[in-house]
Protein backbone atom coordinates (compact mmCIF):
# COMPACT_ATOMS: atom_id res chain seq x y z
CA UNK A 1 0.00 0.00 0.00
CA UNK A 2 1.29 3.52 -1.16
CA UNK A 3 1.66 6.53 1.05
CA UNK A 4 1.71 10.00 -0.71
CA UNK A 5 2.95 12.94 1.37
CA UNK A 6 2.51 16.41 -0.59
CA UNK A 7 4.55 19.73 -0.21
CA UNK A 8 5.41 23.05 -1.92
CA UNK A 9 2.23 24.76 -0.93
CA UNK A 10 2.15 28.40 -0.22
CA UNK A 11 1.03 31.70 -0.71
CA UNK A 12 1.67 33.41 -4.08
CA UNK A 13 0.36 36.73 -6.54
CA UNK A 14 -1.33 35.94 -9.26
CA UNK A 15 0.69 35.22 -11.91
CA UNK A 16 3.14 33.68 -9.88
CA UNK A 17 4.59 29.68 -9.78
CA UNK A 18 4.61 27.58 -7.39
CA UNK A 19 5.74 23.78 -7.62
CA UNK A 20 4.29 20.89 -5.75
CA UNK A 21 5.77 17.81 -4.77
CA UNK A 22 4.17 14.35 -3.92
CA UNK A 23 6.42 11.79 -2.44
CA UNK A 24 5.40 8.15 -2.79
CA UNK A 25 6.24 5.31 -0.13
CA UNK A 26 5.53 1.75 0.62
CA UNK A 27 4.62 0.64 -2.57
CA UNK A 28 6.13 0.03 -6.31
CA UNK A 29 6.12 3.94 -7.44
CA UNK A 30 6.13 3.07 -10.83
CA UNK A 31 2.90 0.50 -10.64
CA UNK A 32 0.49 3.62 -9.99
CA UNK A 33 -0.86 5.98 -12.54
CA UNK A 34 -0.75 9.38 -10.48
CA UNK A 35 -3.18 12.52 -10.22
CA UNK A 36 -3.44 15.57 -8.81
CA UNK A 37 -6.85 16.60 -7.38
CA UNK A 38 -8.09 19.94 -5.70
CA UNK A 39 -10.89 21.25 -3.00
CA UNK A 40 -11.95 25.01 -3.43
CA UNK A 41 -13.07 26.19 -0.32
CA UNK A 42 -17.02 25.31 -0.27
CA UNK A 43 -16.56 22.92 -3.02
CA UNK A 44 -16.08 19.55 -4.32
CA UNK A 45 -12.51 18.24 -4.62
CA UNK A 46 -12.25 18.18 -8.44
CA UNK A 47 -9.91 16.20 -10.77
CA UNK A 48 -7.22 18.68 -12.21
CA UNK A 49 -4.53 16.59 -13.73
CA UNK A 50 -3.71 12.69 -14.73
CA UNK A 51 0.10 10.96 -15.74
CA UNK A 52 0.55 7.48 -16.59
CA UNK A 53 2.96 5.53 -14.40
CA UNK A 54 5.64 5.70 -17.48
CA UNK A 55 4.85 9.58 -17.58
CA UNK A 56 4.62 9.00 -21.13
CA UNK A 57 0.61 10.32 -21.20
CA UNK A 58 -0.65 13.15 -19.47
CA UNK A 59 -4.18 14.41 -19.42
CA UNK A 60 -5.29 18.11 -18.19
CA UNK A 61 -8.73 19.72 -17.49
CA UNK A 62 -9.36 22.79 -19.57
CA UNK A 63 -8.90 25.57 -16.80
CA UNK A 64 -4.96 24.64 -16.28
CA UNK A 65 -3.97 23.84 -19.46
CA UNK A 66 -1.18 25.67 -20.60
CA UNK A 67 -0.80 26.65 -17.25
CA UNK A 68 -0.18 23.85 -15.17
CA UNK A 69 2.81 20.89 -15.90
CA UNK A 70 2.67 16.98 -14.33
CA UNK A 71 5.43 15.33 -14.52
CA UNK A 72 7.08 12.13 -12.37
CA UNK A 73 10.58 10.76 -11.54
CA UNK A 74 10.21 6.88 -10.81
CA UNK A 75 13.64 6.87 -9.55
CA UNK A 76 12.74 9.27 -6.66
CA UNK A 77 9.15 8.22 -5.86
CA UNK A 78 7.85 11.54 -6.80
CA UNK A 79 5.22 13.24 -8.65
CA UNK A 80 5.26 16.96 -9.48
CA UNK A 81 2.79 19.54 -10.50
CA UNK A 82 4.37 22.59 -12.08
CA UNK A 83 1.99 25.30 -11.66
CA UNK A 84 2.55 28.83 -13.47
CA UNK A 85 0.32 32.09 -14.28
CA UNK A 86 -1.85 31.04 -10.86
CA UNK A 87 -4.93 32.70 -10.95
CA UNK A 88 -7.24 33.98 -7.55
CA UNK A 89 -9.20 30.61 -8.60
CA UNK A 90 -6.43 28.38 -8.03
CA UNK A 91 -6.54 28.40 -4.51
CA UNK A 92 -7.62 25.16 -3.34
CA UNK A 93 -5.94 22.43 -0.78
CA UNK A 94 -4.28 20.42 -3.56
CA UNK A 95 -4.28 16.36 -3.27
CA UNK A 96 -2.01 13.53 -5.26
CA UNK A 97 -3.93 10.50 -5.65
CA UNK A 98 -2.66 6.98 -6.68
CA UNK A 99 -3.98 3.69 -8.02
CA UNK A 100 -3.03 0.88 -9.77
CA UNK A 101 -1.93 1.38 -13.28
CA UNK A 102 -3.60 -1.67 -14.86
CA UNK A 103 -6.90 -0.18 -13.20
CA UNK A 104 -6.52 2.99 -15.44
CA UNK A 105 -5.77 4.34 -19.10
CA UNK A 106 -3.82 6.76 -20.32
CA UNK A 107 -6.47 9.71 -19.50
CA UNK A 108 -7.28 8.33 -16.14
CA UNK A 109 -8.90 6.48 -13.29
CA UNK A 110 -12.50 5.59 -12.64
CA UNK A 111 -11.15 6.39 -9.02
CA UNK A 112 -8.16 6.35 -7.09
CA UNK A 113 -7.46 4.64 -3.71
CA UNK A 114 -4.61 5.89 -2.38
CA UNK A 115 -4.37 10.07 -1.15
CA UNK A 116 -2.31 12.35 0.30
CA UNK A 117 -3.18 14.71 2.93
CA UNK A 118 -3.01 17.99 1.06
CA UNK A 119 -1.17 20.98 0.35
CA UNK A 120 -2.96 24.56 0.92
CA UNK A 121 -2.13 26.54 -2.40
CA UNK A 122 -3.57 30.25 -1.76
CA UNK A 123 -3.14 32.89 -4.82
CA UNK A 124 -3.72 36.85 -3.79
CA UNK A 125 -5.15 39.18 -6.47
Known amino acids: QVQLVESGGGLVQAGGSLRLSCAAS????????MAWFRQAPGKERGFVTH????????FYIDSVKGRFTTSRDNAKNTVYLQMNDLKPEDTAVYYCAAQFADYCSGYGCDNYDYWGQGTQVTVSS
Open 51 to 58: ISWGGEST
Open 26 to 33: GGRFSSYA
